[in-house]
């Protein structure tokens, strides 16, 4: 079951698979836990800094921003990741204010041009390439691999079903924000931490 999952989702993605001349690599939001990435913004993260040390792109963008009572924003503790692995702070984008993937893309437009690549968990990169398009940006994907619960993929599932049938994104209270004043400027450069 899990190799025809991956089959019909590269036969899904073909036209998105990572090719080089990216001006961008992003790193779409997940959970950090006091300032240490969780398992699923971890993997995202090594996908990245395999993807850059490859050269498919001179630069990385992580968004997220932080829940009501952390102390740390999803993006900067990615770009702090990604720094202690070897990316220069000059290559790194951090957006710390988002908080769901619309928002993270939203939030980034600005500062993005060219062709991006995001990063993000299999189940949901077709969602975020939809949402991308959506916002005018040049995206194509690349899937994260790993073992995910059938409810992931049937929830991703129906929230592009919800976008497809043209209803405004991620419905469930987060409602759309703008983007914050300040996002034309620099979302900034990693933070120190833990």
């Known amino acids: 079951m899990k190799k025809v999952r991956w089959l019909a989702l590269a036969l899904l993605l073909a036209p998105a698979v990572a090719q080089p001349g990216y001006s961008w690599i992003v790193v779409l939001g997940a959970a950090q836990y006091g300032g240490r990435p969780s398992p699923a913004l971890e993997r ?18 992580v968004a997220g921003g932080r829940l009501p009572g952390d102390r740390y924003s999803e993006g900067e503790v990615g770009c ?60 194509e994907g690349h899937p994260v691999e790993g ?21 405004k994104p991620l419905p469930g209270g987060h409602g759309l924000r703008s983007p914050p004043p300040d996002a034309s400027r620099n979302p900034g450069t990693p933070a120190k931490g833990p």
Do not use: M
């Not at 204010?97 to 189940?123: M, W």
């Not at 073992?147 to 209803?167: C, D, F, H, T």
């Open 44 to 61: 995202r993260l090594e996908a990245a800094l395999v993807l850059y040390r490859q050269g498919l792109a001179p630069r990385v963008a």
């Open 147 to 167: 073992s995910y619960p059938l409810g992931y993929w049937l929830k991703e599932a129906l929230y592009r079903l919800w976008l497809y049938l043209g209803l």
């Open 80 to 139: 702090r990741y990604l720094r202690s692995k070897g990316i220069p702070r000059e290559a790194l984008l951090c957006e710390t204010q988002s908080q769901t993937t619309y928002e993270n893309l939203l939030f980034l437009k600005p500062h993005l041009s060219g062709r991006i690549l995001l990063v993000t968990d299999a189940p949901h990169l077709p969602r975020a390439l939809f949402l991308a398009r959506l916002l005018g940006l040049k995206a």
